[in-house]
């Protein structure tokens, strides 16, 4: 199993830590960042694209898979063409698929395609901003796309609610599309429960940490230790990170890459031919 | 007494929530704001400048507070100007005054002029953005420049520690100044421990609400409810909310007025009268 998942967001938003977390593994290493001495402000940030691939274990199935990070993305103090750089990955990515296609036996193809776009929103407690809505519509046509709310024990759990309401609003408002998993009609009441259970939480409120450390009742758990408490990344009364882990690496994995292979490509590549 | 407060800031940071705490009332309505719908993204976001007035009462000392808040302050997504509304407004009440002086008779002037800037840096956890920078270098030489750290409870002690020597080191490195209250050689020793307490937990980690909440241990404080802990407001072993309050209403109002009047005003009025 591979999978190619895309993470976008401003800095600081625990982009790298949430991945690790996903993964279990130190994937980033967290203490090379941050550095104090940054460029002036009149140097213009540019977006780059990284990637990282790391082998992970899941259920105990071995599963490949590449990271591919946006750094400089929102960093600038304008942020006009940020979202360039990043669609253009997605873009190269088809077109790669797209001459693999043409010249290679397709059971061979290397699929490097982005299955799915981690979108990072501020917890500020308001709404999306202008540059969230504004690369989410260059990309839900192109990607998977699963808004994620950052940080979210900034917020308190009515906080949560509130702003989750008012980001979907946002969201069907501004034509967005995001990711839903499909209701096959043959799944098992259990299955699509499950399903229902997991969508009925987007955007997920997410908290990422690999650090172990002890709650006030002697549990070690991975988490963040405040003066006032201990938030438990794992427990789905602190935050929705173990829903965000069940889509992604778990019960959605398939569909993700289907969707991405049968309808997004499909599009891309009619939208491609006619040109 | 009287003091003009601007405040600066990302939306979301929490600015509103903290003028109310500072003053323990409800300035701002907090839950007029936010808005679901808003403005498109190709619509460019326009700062605006608002000023609120309310009577105070601190130490039974009845006090003038005025602030002046900057919507729309690094909200869009191209921010390249996003200072110089704020930098008129600065400059603006400089030359009310100015004009004053020369038809009034001083003593009945009244001061409109900006006593401090509290500038909000979001929680990052890295470094200052470059818009945090770009922003403290144009109003540093105009404005009593105090930064605090926003939703500080966003962070851990270790976090916060660290994230103040960054901070730091970026103000000196880009040569900013930020305010400090001068050291009188006549002050007794307790009053210049008092000050140097104040000054060395800055940047300021702080906390806003004026929601009363109970702890664990069952004392009814002001703080945000998390379901893994009360954060108090008022307690310094969690933030630097009193620390902040001491400084800006406390004992550095007069320094505050003071230096605006002496120093940061002269500057402008002779940078003025050479041209
Ligand atoms: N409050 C909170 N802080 C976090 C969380 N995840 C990471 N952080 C902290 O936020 C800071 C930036 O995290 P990092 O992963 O480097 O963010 P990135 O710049 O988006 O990659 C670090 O101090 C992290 O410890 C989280 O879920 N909640
Ligand atoms: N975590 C945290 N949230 C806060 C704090 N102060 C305010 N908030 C929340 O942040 C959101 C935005 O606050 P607001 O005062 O409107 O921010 P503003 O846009 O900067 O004026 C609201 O949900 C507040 O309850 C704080 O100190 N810490």
Same mark, same amino acid.
């Given at each position: 199993?591979?999978?190619?998942?895309?993470?976008?967001?401003?800095? +600081?938003?625990? @982009?790298?830590?949430?991945?690790?977390?996903?993964?279990?593994?130190?994937?980033?290493?967290?203490?090379?960042?941050?550095?104090?001495?940054?460029?002036?402000?009149?140097?213009?940030?540019? %977006?780059?694209?990284?990637?990282?691939?790391?082998?992970?274990?899941?259920?105990?199935?071995?599963?490949?898979?590449?990271?591919?990070?946006?750094?400089?993305?929102?960093?600038?103090?304008?942020?006009?063409?940020?979202?360039?750089?990043? %669609?253009?990955?997605?873009?190269?990515?088809?077109?790669?698929?797209?001459? $693999?296609?043409?010249?290679?036996?397709?059971?061979?193809?290397?699929?490097?395609?982005?299955?799915?776009?981690?979108y990072?929103i501020?917890?500020?407690? =308001?709404?999306?901003?202008?540059?969230?809505?504004?690369?989410?519509?260059?990309? =839900?046509? @192109?990607?998977?796309?699963i808004p994620v709310i $950052?940080?979210s024990?900034?917020?308190?759990?009515?906080?949560i609610?509130?702003f989750k309401?008012?980001i979907l609003?946002?969201i @069907?408002?501004?034509?967005?599309?995001i990711?839903?998993?499909?209701?096959?009609?043959?799944?098992?009441?259990?299955?699509?429960?499950? $399903? =229902?259970?997991?969508?009925?939480k987007a955007p997920f409120a997410i908290? +990422?940490?690999?650090?172990?450390?002890?709650?006030?009742?002697?549990?070690?758990?991975?988490?963040?230790?405040?003066?006032?408490?201990?938030?438990?990344?794992?427990?789905?009364?602190?935050?929705d990170?173990?829903?965000l882990?069940?889509?992604?690496?778990?019960?959605?994995?398939?569909?993700? *890459?289907?969707?991405?292979?049968? %309808?997004?490509?499909?599009?891309?590549?009619?939208? *491609?031919?006619? @040109?």
């Amino acid at each position: 199993f591979t999978l190619n998942l895309m993470v976008v967001g401003e800095k +600081g938003l625990g @982009k790298s830590t949430l991945i690790n977390t996903l993964f279990n593994r130190e994937l980033y290493p967290l203490d090379e960042k941050p550095k104090a001495a940054f460029p002036s402000p009149e140097k213009p940030v540019k %977006v780059s694209i990284e990637t990282v691939s790391a082998d992970i274990e899941e259920n105990n199935v071995k599963l490949g898979l590449t990271v591919i990070d946006c750094p400089g993305f929102g960093e600038d103090i304008d942020n006009t063409d940020s979202w360039k750089p990043i %669609v253009d990955e997605i873009n190269q990515r088809f077109d790669m698929y797209l001459d $693999a296609e043409i010249k290679i036996n397709r059971s061979t193809i290397v699929d490097n395609r982005v299955h799915a776009c981690l979108y990072f929103i501020e917890p500020t407690g =308001h709404s999306l901003k202008p540059l969230d809505i504004q690369f989410m519509k260059e990309v =839900h046509q @192109k990607v998977n796309l699963i808004p994620v709310i $950052a940080k979210s024990d900034t917020l308190t759990e009515n906080e949560i609610a509130e702003f989750k309401l008012r980001i979907l609003d946002d969201i @069907k408002n501004q034509g967005i599309h995001i990711f839903t998993p499909p209701d096959y009609v043959n799944d098992d009441a259990e299955t699509k429960e499950a $399903a =229902h259970e997991i969508i009925s939480k987007a955007p997920f409120a997410i908290v +990422g940490s690999t650090t172990q450390t002890q709650t006030q009742d002697g549990r070690v758990v991975r988490g963040r230790a405040y003066p006032w408490g201990v938030i438990e990344v794992d427990n789905e009364e602190h935050c929705d990170f173990i829903k965000l882990r069940q889509l992604v690496i778990r019960n959605f994995l398939e569909e993700l *890459k289907e969707n991405t292979s049968n %309808v997004l490509y499909e599009n891309y590549r009619t939208q *491609k031919l006619i @040109k």
